[in-house]
């Protein structure tokens, strides 16, 4: 049997509501909208159920945040997502562009014993293929300071930590300037727009103009 008897929707919503909660702030109903795909008049039915069913809390005129139960379940979902993305990679020979589709789709149906077999088989493994922690079987995670890429000030020697997994055109892009979990990089402001970023990578060919939207998909730590 499954871990938890909730919807593939419900899921959903919960891994939405968790991602926007993680910068400190509620989610609101447009963003989980954009996120999700679907209307606005969706998200909003959706919210007052899973609020009765205390899952989300919801704050007037601002947005929604999990509360401890659907933190609790947010987690168990996206341990199984991490966990089915580091066995396609490692053991399938997915690449890691190619994994978050099918992932979205094995995470509803996969059993806790499967998502326990697969960690075991795997050595049980801190991070996913692309840097993202991967919450403990009692749905707990350690939390990592990071910043945004584009985020950081000029001048700043630092380490990739995670990057979005959810387009395979920009983790292909990544992956072939060699932004990756555990490269080191040199970031200055540069290329004549506000936003872009120059960056050298460690072993890299030279410098690459990022361009904001990919920068603020991508978490690092900075070096000292």
Same mark, same amino acid.
């Given at each position: 049997?499954? #871990? /938890? #008897?909730? %919807?593939? %929707?419900?899921?959903?919503?919960?891994?939405?509501?968790? #991602?926007? $909660?993680?910068?400190?702030?509620?989610? /609101?109903? $447009?963003?989980?909208?954009? +996120?999700?795909?679907?209307?606005?008049? %969706? !998200? #909003?039915?959706?919210?007052?159920?899973?609020?009765?069913?205390?899952?989300?809390?919801?704050?007037?005129?601002?947005?929604?945040?999990?509360?401890?139960?659907?933190?609790?379940?947010?987690?168990?979902?996206?341990?199984?997502?991490?966990?089915?993305?580091?066995?396609?990679?490692?053991? +399938?020979?997915?690449?890691?562009?190619? !994994?978050?589709?099918?992932?979205?789709?094995?995470?509803?149906?996969?059993?806790?014993?499967?998502?326990?077999?697969?960690?075991?088989?795997?050595?049980?493994?801190?991070?996913?293929?692309?840097?993202?922690?991967?919450?403990?079987?009692?749905?707990? &995670?350690?939390?990592?300071?990071? $910043?945004?890429?584009?985020?950081?000030?000029?001048?700043?020697?630092?380490?990739?930590?995670?990057?979005?997994?959810?387009?395979?055109?920009?983790?292909?892009?990544?992956? /072939? !300037?060699?932004?990756?979990?555990?490269?080191?990089?040199?970031?200055?402001?540069?290329?004549?727009?506000?936003?872009?970023?120059?960056?050298?990578?460690?072993?890299?060919?030279?410098?690459?103009? &990022?361009?904001? $939207? !990919?920068? %603020?998909?991508?978490?690092?730590?900075?070096?000292?």
């Amino acid at each position: 049997m499954k #871990s /938890s #008897s909730l %919807s593939p %929707s419900v899921e959903d919503y919960l891994k939405a509501v968790y #991602s926007l $909660n993680e910068g400190g702030g509620p989610a /609101s109903t $447009n963003e989980l909208a954009r +996120l999700l795909a679907v209307q606005p008049g %969706s !998200v #909003s039915g959706m919210i007052r159920r899973m609020a009765e069913d205390g899952l989300l809390r919801h704050e007037p005129y601002r947005g929604v945040r999990l509360t401890e139960e659907g933190s609790r379940e947010a987690l168990k979902i996206l341990r199984r997502h991490r966990i089915i993305e580091s066995f396609l990679v490692q053991r +399938l020979g997915y690449d890691w562009d190619d !994994v978050h589709a099918e992932a979205e789709r094995l995470e509803h149906a996969a059993s806790e014993r499967l998502i326990e077999a697969m960690a075991d088989a795997l050595g049980h493994p801190a991070t996913d293929p692309h840097g993202a922690p991967i919450p403990t079987r009692a749905g707990r &995670i350690d939390p990592t300071p990071t $910043n945004r890429l584009d985020e950081v000030k000029p001048g700043s020697t630092v380490t990739v930590r995670s990057v979005a997994d959810e387009d395979p055109v920009r983790l292909r892009y990544l992956k /072939s !300037v060699g932004l990756v979990p555990g490269a080191k990089a040199a970031v200055w402001k540069g290329g004549g727009e506000e936003g872009a970023l120059t960056v050298t990578v460690e072993g890299g060919a030279g410098p690459l103009r &990022i361009e904001r $939207n !990919v920068a %603020s998909r991508v978490t690092v730590s900075t070096d000292p």
